[in-house]
């Protein structure tokens, strides 16, 4: 099993026809993700990359049951993106886009209420399944299938570490980047419970960063409901206060958004803390022989 | 993006949220003639891009004219240390010259999107003057919240809720729900990330007034406000980072090192400096190229180191996804081939067409040092920082 996505994913890509949409469709294809549809509102009825073009997610799920949407239409048209697809009924979105405004996301996140649409992003290198399905835009090959799930709000930073896990011969049931943005479509903790309910996924590791307080959270979360040990890297701990290292989530606002408040939160909670983000592969290992 | 406080009590005014009456001026002659015009006991204020004014000497109460130019002297050019800048300072080039109030109560009120319900949330309390933060620590229940649903907006239940909650009384009430609502609608219409009167002051003669005011902008949202971009004063931020937008590089904070690092992806460049600290290292700036794939931004990023001269080494560390390995291959070629590098270069490089981009560095006969992971490359930047590699 994994989470999110595997090979049930039928996957949809909302602006394949772009720059970006394409090389990166194209990509999924590639690593065996099934790309049934594409939408880019007046290229309806063509095909790209030998995948059928629809103007509306509506038109293209009804003719190719599509149960997943990847998103990479530009910021300032992405959040009337994400509304479409949720309007559609789509089980999963996913969007790659950076810098949609805050007040765009509020607007999603209040009509995401009370519908069955998860969204995970924005800002965000999407969802992996090794050898089962990428929906994103990560490197498929430095991913091996197996039982430790990752959540990062980062995006190459997770690459790292799953290529140190790889590399170490430690698999992955499920790679999710959250995304960098203040408002994640899904949280540290709507993660943390799906990894927990999921059979084959035996480790979690978290990559978090400064600003915000998903860590701690995630932190509660893993004190009170948790049993699968968890790995943890807080990125940011040189980061200067109310500078926004990138990420529009990432800047130091009060003590809480400190990499030290965080990594003191999720070390109590009985996370393992890696020492740097090098070792986050050979704490994983050490974490998984021991339990 | 943030904006001086003139600016920001100009918008408030705009949107029927009353402010003291006063000027903004650049040189001690025209606060002279402004403290004049209004007349009696004025208020200098320095502006810049900093809280702790106060207390750092940067505002000044004055009774006559003259004294106003003597304190605008002894502000304008000059630069103010707040405990929220560093050692330098920041330059004071614009004082605020505002009649003085005779105050009877300070409040607090702001509004900001909160992360746990991404709802808007108006908070008010009657600790005016004093950092939120600090209450939030010290006397929680003394801050009032209510959460705006973002489907139909501030509602007047809410500001007559928080109004009675910090003990308003009779005309205030109503006053003080008007401007809440004005506070709302200025943050949504401008794409604000903070809206904050801190503090909200009670006039003797019972009338609410904004003195202070500060208004933080979401920076994804300033394509659709040019007006609001026109107001960003330059001066006030380090020159550097004005130097990396100006070539597209729009994620460079400074920090206080000697390695110059570029990274692709926030988390990672992060990571990098911290792990370049705990290699015994010090990293010079926070740099993400993005995932524009185009060799300039690569290039720019060495004009950048070279524009630094605290430089004494540099780390390129780049996991290729969206953005393309060879693409910055090509990039850092080019960077060599258009100018003299004089420190030394580790590079690391994986992902996304990683042969390609290794063929292209090996090909270029340039010279660098490879890092094969990491780790590799923080203790190679730090040992080449320190002398020990060339």
Known sequence: MSILVDENTRLLVQGITGSEGSFHTQRCIEYGTKVVAGVTPGKGGSKHLGVPVFNTIEKAMAETRANASLIFVPPAFA???????????????????????????????????????????????????????????????????????????????????????????????????????????????????????????????????????????????????????VVAFVAGSTAPPGKRMGHAGAIITGSAGKASEKIKALSQAGATIAPTPAEVGLTTKKVLENS | MKIHEYQAKALLAQYGIPVPRGKVASNPDEVREIAAEIGGK????????????????????????????????????????????????????????????????????????????????????????????????????????????????????????LAYGVNFDGGQIGEATRLMTNLYKLFIDKDCSLAEINP????????????????????????????????????????????????????????????????????LAMAVNDLIQYCGGRAANFLDIGTLNNTERVVNSFKMFIADPRIKAVLVNIFGGMARVDVIAKGIVEAYQQMDIPFPVVIRLAGTNLAEGQRILDKSGVSFIQAKDFYDGARKVVEAAKGVMK
């Not at chain 1, 969802?127 to 959540?151: Q, R, T």
């Not at chain 1, 960063?209 to 932190?219: C, N, S």
């Not at chain 2, 020159?239 to 390695?259: H, T």
């Open chain 2, 200 to 267: 909200l002051v009670v006039t003797a003669d019972g009338k609410l007034l904004a003195l202070d005011a500060k208004l933080n902008f979401d920076d994804n949202a300033l394509y659709r406000h040019k007006d609001i971009q026109e107001l960003q004063d330059k001066e006030q931020e380090e020159p550097l980072e004005i130097q990396a937008r100006d070539w597209g590089i729009n994620n460079y904070v400074k920090m206080d090192g000697d390695i110059g690092c570029m990274v692709n992806g926030a988390g």
């Open chain 2, 42 to 161: 004025v208020v200098i204020k320095a502006q810049v891009y900093a809280g702790g004014r106060g207390k750092a000497g940067g505002i000044k109460i004055v009774n006559s004219p003259a004294e106003a130019k003597k304190a605008a002297s002894q502000l304008i050019g000059t630069r103010l240390v707040t405990h929220q800048t560093g050692p330098e300072g920041v330059l004071v080039s614009k004082v605020l010259v505002e009649e003085a109030s005779n105050v009877a109560r300070e409040l607090y009120l702001s509004i900001l999107v909160d992360g746990t319900s991404r709802w808007p949330v108006m908070m008010v309390s009657e600790a005016g003057g004093m950092e939120i933060e600090e209450v939030a620590q010290s006397a929680p229940e003394k801050i009032f919240k209510s959460y705006i649903d973002p489907a139909i907006g501030f509602q007047p239940f809410q500001g007559r809720r």
């Open chain 1, 79 to 229: 959040a009337d993106g994400i509304l479409e697809a949720i309007d559609a009924g789509m089980s999963l979105v996913v969007c790659i886009t950076e810098g949609i405004p805050v007040l765009e996301m509020v607007k999603v996140h209040r009509y995401l209420k009370d519908k069955s649409t998860r969204l995970i992003g924005p800002n965000c290198p999407g969802v992996m399944s090794p050898g089962k399905c990428k929906a994103g835009i990560m490197v498929g090959d430095i991913h091996l299938p197996g039982n430790v799930g990752i959540i990062s709000r980062s995006g190459t930073l997770t690459y790292d570490v799953v290529s140190q896990l790889t590399s170490l011969g430690i698999g992955q049931s499920t790679c999710v980047g959250i995304g960098g943005d203040t408002l994640p479509g899904s949280t540290f903790v709507d993660i943390l419970k799906l990894f927990q309910a999921d059979q084959d996924t035996k480790a979690v590791v978290l990559i978090g960063e400064i600003g915000g307080t998903m860590e701690q959270e995630a932190a509660e979360f893993i004190s009170h409901k948790m049993t699968k040990p």
